[in-house]
T-cell receptor, first 110, second 114 residues
Framework: GENVEQHPSTLSVQEGDSAVIKCTYS??????FPWYKQELGKRPQLIID?????GEKKDQRIAVTLNKTAKHFSLHITETQPEDSAVYFC?????????FGAGTTVTVRA | SAVISQKPSRDICQRGTSLTIQCQVD?????MFWYRQQPGQSLTLIAT?????????ESGFVIDKFPISRPNLTFSTLTVSNMSPEDSSIYLC???????????FGPGTRLLVL
């Protein structure tokens, strides 16, 4: 089955700086890569996703890049704000089944 | 995206008992899924709930422990059977988004087994 590794496990950034989270996956058949944000006590919320036919996607302050050859994808958050503090999960999907990374706890220092 | 609700939102149960969790969606969806999130951990897919047929379970999860029903395209239940403290987790349902691979999650059920 699919194995998704996510790094780092924790990330502390100064407000206004950028945050980068990286994930690798094992199954070359995976073709859909969503990112979820989970605030404490809440459900995971989809923040951005990318499909295998696209190399990069951007939505305001967040962007995701995908390198299918290397089997890795990354989340970039620019101009971080305190409300960006949360746990972020990457995932990879083949045929609707999501396999999640272990998560990254992001703390934005004011 | 669809509006997803789960009942109960939380429960405290005694070991050896069973709990049935309900997931309701405000629109018809083909794909519904059940996940487990152990304390401080990531999400693990338990099974895919199929309408009109048996659920498809992932490795490590069995029907006797986690029976699932899917009577129609807007509703599913997950039962956690013969519970032990190791079953203490958040259980989340998710649904596909309008035929795409995107999944949206319900609010979760927080289960504590004593």
């Amino acid at each position: 089955g699919e194995n998704v590794e996510q790094h780092p496990s924790t990330l502390s950034v100064q407000e206004g700086d950028s945050a980068v989270i990286k994930c690798t996956y094992s199954d070359s058949a995976s073709n859909y890569f969503p990112w979820y944000k989970q605030e404490l006590g809440k459900r995971p919320q989809l923040i951005i996703d990318i499909r295998s036919n696209v190399g990069e996607k951007k939505d305001q302050r967040i962007a995701v890049t995908l390198n299918k050859t290397a089997k890795h994808f990354s989340l970039h958050i620019t101009e971080t704000q305190p409300e960006d503090s949360a746990v972020y999960f990457c995932a990879a999907s083949d045929d609707y089944k999501l396999s999640f990374g272990a998560g990254t706890t992001v703390t934005v220092r004011a | 995206s669809a509006v997803i609700s789960q009942k109960p939102s939380r429960d405290i149960c005694q070991r050896g008992t069973s709990l049935t969790i309900q997931c309701q969606v405000d629109s018809q969806v083909t794909m519904m899924f059940w996940y487990r999130q152990q304390p401080g951990q990531s999400l693990t897919l338990i099974a895919t709930a199929n309408q009109g047929s048996e659920a498809t379970y992932e490795s490590g999860f069995v029907i006797d422990k986690f029976p699932i029903s899917r009577p129609n395209l807007t509703f599913s239940t997950l039962t956690v059977s013969n519970m032990s403290p190791e079953d203490s987790s958040i259980y989340l349902c998710s649904v596909e988004g309008r035929g795409e691979e995107t999944q949206y999650f319900g609010p979760g059920t927080r289960l504590l087994v004593l």
